[in-house]
């Protein structure tokens, strides 16, 4: 049984996703950011943390990468030449999509408002378009990968339902047709539940 610790709207619904699309038990704890209850487990007190035989695990992607490589799942299998191309696509939506609007998120709300520098948010939507049709250039559909679904497309997917929900161009019927098939998806659905409880 796993531990995810966590809240609802942010990050945690990843890895929540990720164990229902591979089946394996858990339970929730909520709480919220550099409380004690994360910061037992994580001296950064991000969430989310996945809890592992009494050790935490912080990180999102790396959450995914140690439930993919344990389970089998969900990957192509660690030292894979079709591995080291999936890491490389993770890496370009860590790097070109979420960092783009993880930095305008901060700029937006999150800063003290003295350190928070207006029009870093238009110039995070211009970064972010044309992190897009790169992303579209490199998507073998229908899961980004190709055949089969892999981690890359949960981050994918939800990095891409952030910039929905923050109204930044998505402008690619390829790219907002597959969030819906992502969607649509039960492991998701479930996900999506779960967040509601
Ligand atoms: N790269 C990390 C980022 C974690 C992160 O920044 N999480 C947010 C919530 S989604 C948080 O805890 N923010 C509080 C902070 O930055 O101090 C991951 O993917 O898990």
Redesign the pocket.
Known sequence: MYTVIGAAQ???FRVVWMLEEIGQPYERIKAK??TPEVLKYSPL????VLVVDGEGI????AILTYLADKHGALTAPAGTLARAKQDAVTFQILDDLEAVIWTATRHSFLLPEDKRVAGVKDTAKWEWARAITALEQRFKGPFVMGEEMTITDILLTHTLNWGFGAKFPIESDLLLDYGQRMRARDAYLRTVESEKA
Do not use: E, M
Request: charged content about 25%; glycine content about 8%.
């Open positions: 942010n990050r945690t950011q550099h007190g991000k969430l989310p912080s990180d999102s992607a």
